[in-house]
């Protein structure tokens, strides 16, 4: 595998769970019926991402916050508050019909009331992301979904870092809770880091993020507030070692599945033949089903 480009979020899949890394590379998604926790978080990242590019269209300041970025952001929602309760209401007005799709698919919910109460965590979170934004204003650069390549240790590697904040901080944002401990032991960090390095060279680039005095890596969850980042970054070798590693556990076609994330995985659902869709997960697990099918 040493020819082969390394995807961070290849390694990642394989990482959360071999044995869905093996159904994504053989059976794929196409035709399956989608996750209320997958819906959930495809929203969210949409919302955001529409809040920002309007916001920005608005203004040619970048990294634009406090009351000056409130006052563009205001065109679209009078607050946070406005903006959360916003986008919890047209979920619940979508998702209560039990016949919608999600991007051509079905939805199905692991409970009777989860789409209730993913409306009322979107709330939340969007309540916190607009707060997050006035507090540290737009981003500089929004790399979350464009893919940056650069070469390490012999091998070509493709990463998508995060956003780029004023004074070279990259920033990745959650919904979950995050602790100090997992930022410390993320492998993952120094890829993006590395990338954003890579991309910095650029003079253009880097007198726009200020990076000339070096690169930070913050993380942030929108469920507690916490903001963390780490004491001490792992060594793009030790990264290289688990992506390797990983690698070789492929090669070997060791896919065994990691039964901590069953509950909420992407294939814990029925097919068209109404048959489980991964036939490893954990025994006797409830399988997620369209609204009719819970009442």
């Not at 979508?94 to 698919?105: A, L, N, P, Y």
């Not at 500089?140 to 390549?149: A, I, Q, R, S």
């Not at 036939?279 to 009442?295: A, D, H, Q, V, W």
Request: with cysteine; net charge positive; glycine share 6%.
């Amino acid at each position: 595998m040493a020819d082969e480009i390394i995807s961070l979020s290849r390694i990642e899949s394989y990482l959360v769970c071999p044995h869905a890394y093996y159904l994504d590379e053989k059976k794929k998604q196409e035709g399956l019926p989608i996750t209320g926790f997958d819906a959930k978080s495809d929203w969210l990242k949409q919302s955001f991402r529409n809040l920002v590019s309007k916001a920005a269209d608005k203004t040619p300041i970048k990294g634009l916050k406090g009351a000056r970025l409130a006052a563009v952001l205001k065109y679209q929602y009078r607050s946070a508050e406005t903006f959360g309760n916003e986008k919890q209401g047209e979920w619940l007005r979508r998702f209560s019909d039990e016949r919608e799709k999600f991007h051509g698919r079905d939805i199905v919910w692991l409970y009777n009331p989860q789409w209730w109460i993913e409306g009322q965590n979107i709330n939340k979170a969007c309540h916190a992301y607009y707060s997050h934004l006035l507090k540290e204003g737009l981003p500089l650069d929004d790399l979350t979904e464009k893919d940056v390549e650069f070469y390490f240790g012999g091998r070509k590697w493709n990463v998508r870092p995060g956003v780029v904040r004023y004074g070279g901080i990259v920033e990745e944002i959650r919904t979950t809770d995050i602790t100090k401990s997992k930022v410390n032991k993320d492998w993952t960090i120094a890829p993006k880091l590395y990338a954003i390095h890579t991309l910095s060279q650029d003079p253009e680039n880097s007198m726009k993020w200020n990076a000339e005095t070096g690169l930070r890596y913050r993380r942030v969850s929108l469920n507690g507030g916490d903001y963390y980042e780490p004491d001490k970054i792992i060594h793009m070798y030790a990264a290289l070692y688990v992506v390797e590693h990983a690698e070789k556990r492929i090669a070997n076609k060791e896919f065994a599945p990691n039964y901590k994330n069953c509950e909420t995985c992407r294939y814990n659902v029925l097919t068209a033949d109404n048959k489980p869709a991964c036939k490893e997960r954990k025994p006797k697990l409830r399988i997620m089903k369209p609204m009719n099918r819970l009442i």
